[in-house]
């Protein structure tokens, strides 16, 4: 794959995610600009959430009708649209238009994790597919990172509005980008879009290998959206870090990420994806022991929330590649796989993001103890997962 093609599905493929987290560090802005509550601000995550999760159904069958770069375009207009929406709400004054400009952002930006997996799967072999998506990861360790930073400079100067005129500037350059990617469908499905055998597309890809993939990929997403809904009230509510302290400190799990993408590339040529999904549980495993030490013995020191991320994103980076080409490795249909998968793997996310105002604990209690339970169900997802690939008598 050439390189110019690989940064732009590194932007491409952090859409979604840094739409999710560059406006974070104005959260707790947020609750006080519209007179609500922290668990009612993160309303914004969760419906952001809602709507990245839902438009992963979108995206492969218009990548199946209308080709890969159409389909980009499309979401890219979507995300403007509702990034424009987030905007309005501040000079309206309308948390209620906030929340459903969120929704609408996301169904546009969701389509760059489904693209990215797509694109990537169609012009690498099966043996080049786990390399290339591990060094895609570097852009969840770039992009949200910078995304957060920035964001963190904009509010402490500008307001919490300022983090979506950026989102727009981000949405405006995919749409510019997107147009240079090679179209990798050479075929448009004209029925593509016909809901009985969209369903039964679907269906279709309801493998193991999918499923539980998917699964797998969640756990870990889960403890990246977890972290962006709880951590800024933690570091600057908790700890009394200002918006661009936390923006700053942000670069350390960044660093993590990075560190674990270039790690898991370079092992993918050594290991096989099993064995390097066991060693970022394992990883993620330590750190999680140490984000509980650390809230214990160093309650108030912002070191104590960042440092073990900085490790449980190292092990992240190996679980998210590896378990993406496991998935994707027993099937044809790359765009509508794709699109599963990544339902899939944002429905969890969803999921816990939304029942996070229902649990009474303190988030330095609620933290680490989700993050144990996310490891707990990775390791259950990848035990199933592998029963896959598991030899049979047919191929002994």
């Given at each position: 794959?050439?390189?110019?093609?690989?940064?732009?599905?590194?932007?491409?493929?952090?859409?979604?995610?840094?739409?999710?987290?560059?406006?974070?560090?104005?959260?707790?802005?947020?609750?006080?600009?519209?007179?609500?509550?922290?668990?009612?601000?993160?309303?914004?995550?969760?419906?952001?959430?809602?709507?990245?999760?839902?438009?992963?159904?979108?995206?492969?069958?218009?990548?199946?009708?209308?080709?890969?770069?159409?389909?980009?375009?499309?979401?890219?207009?979507?995300?403007?649209?509702?990034?424009?929406?987030?905007?309005?709400?501040?000079?309206?004054?309308?948390f209620?238009?906030?929340?459903?400009?969120?929704?609408?952002?996301?169904?546009?930006?969701?389509?760059?994790?489904?693209?990215?997996?797509?694109?990537s799967?169609?012009?690498?072999?099966?043996?080049?597919?786990?390399?290339?998506?591990?060094?895609?990861?570097?852009?969840?360790a770039i992009?949200?990172?910078?995304?957060?930073?920035?964001?963190?400079?904009?509010?402490?100067?500008?307001?919490?509005?300022?983090?979506?005129?950026?989102?727009?500037?981000?949405?405006?350059?995919?749409?510019?980008?997107?147009?240079?990617?090679?179209?990798?469908?050479?075929?448009?499905?004209?029925?593509?879009?016909?809901?009985?055998?969209?369903?039964?597309?679907?269906?279709?890809?309801?493998?193991?290998?999918?499923?539980?993939?998917?699964?797998?990929?969640?756990?870990?997403?889960?403890?990246?959206?977890?972290?962006?809904?709880?951590?800024?009230?933690?570091?600057?509510?908790?700890?009394?870090?200002?918006?661009?302290?936390?923006?700053?400190?942000?670069?350390?799990?960044?660093?993590?990420?990075?560190?674990?993408s270039?790690?898991?590339?370079?092992?993918?040529?050594?290991?096989?994806?099993?064995?390097?999904?066991?060693?970022?549980?394992?990883?993620?495993?330590?750190?999680?022991?140490?984000?509980?030490?650390?809230?214990?013995?160093f309650?108030?020191?912002?070191?104590?929330?960042?440092?073990?991320?900085?490790?449980?994103?190292i092990g992240?980076?190996?679980?998210?590649?590896?378990?993406?080409?496991?998935?994707?490795?027993?099937?044809?249909?790359?765009?509508?796989?794709?699109?599963?998968?990544?339902?899939?793997?944002?429905?969890?996310?969803?999921?816990?993001?939304?029942?996070?105002?229902?649990?009474?604990?303190?988030?330095?209690?609620?933290?680490?103890?989700?993050?144990?339970?996310?490891?707990?169900?990775?390791?259950?997802?990848?035990?199933?997962?592998?029963?896959?690939h598991?030899?049979?008598?047919?191929?002994?």
């Amino acid at each position: 794959m050439k390189l110019r093609y690989l940064l732009i599905l590194m932007l491409l493929i952090s859409f979604g995610s840094i739409g999710a987290v560059a406006f974070t560090p104005g959260l707790p802005m947020i609750a006080e600009f519209f007179a609500i509550s922290s668990a009612k601000a993160e309303l914004t995550v969760t419906w952001y959430l809602l709507g990245y999760t839902l438009g992963q159904l979108l995206y492969g069958p218009l990548a199946n009708r209308y080709g890969s770069r159409n389909t980009i375009i499309i979401g890219s207009v979507i995300e403007v649209i509702g990034t424009i929406g987030c905007i309005a709400s501040y000079y309206l004054h309308s948390f209620e238009l906030l929340i459903v400009s969120r929704f609408i952002m996301a169904l546009g930006a969701g389509g760059g994790l489904t693209m990215s997996f797509t694109i990537s799967s169609k012009l690498c072999s099966h043996k080049e597919t786990a390399r290339v998506i591990s060094l895609l990861t570097i852009a969840f360790a770039i992009t949200p990172g910078v995304g957060v930073f920035i964001g963190g400079v904009l509010v402490s100067d500008y307001g919490w509005i300022s983090s979506f005129y950026f989102m727009l500037v981000y949405g405006i350059i995919i749409l510019l980008l997107g147009r240079t990617l090679p179209e990798v469908f050479t075929e448009k499905k004209m029925d593509a879009l016909n809901p009985k055998k969209l369903l039964r597309n679907y269906l279709n890809q309801l493998k193991r290998s999918v499923i539980f993939g998917g699964l797998l990929v969640g756990s870990g997403t889960c403890i990246v959206y977890t972290f962006a809904a709880l951590a800024p009230f933690i570091a600057m509510d908790a700890m009394g870090a200002s918006p661009k302290i936390y923006g700053i400190y942000n670069f350390i799990p960044v660093i993590g990420m990075l560190l674990g993408s270039l790690l898991a590339s370079h092992l993918s040529k050594i290991y096989t994806p099993e064995k390097s999904i066991k060693l970022g549980l394992f990883i993620s495993l330590v750190g999680v022991v140490l984000l509980f030490l650390g809230f214990v013995l160093f309650a108030h020191n912002i070191l104590s929330l960042f440092a073990p991320m900085f490790i449980i994103y190292i092990g992240f980076s190996f679980i998210f590649g590896n378990s993406s080409a496991l998935a994707l490795r027993g099937t044809n249909d790359k765009s509508n796989a794709s699109a599963l998968m990544s339902l899939i793997n944002m429905s969890s996310a969803v999921i816990v993001v939304m029942l996070l105002s229902f649990f009474p604990m303190h988030p330095t209690i609620m933290l680490p103890l989700l993050y144990l339970g996310y490891l707990f169900l990775g390791t259950i997802w990848f035990l199933l997962l592998q029963v896959k690939h598991l030899p049979t008598a047919d191929n002994k």
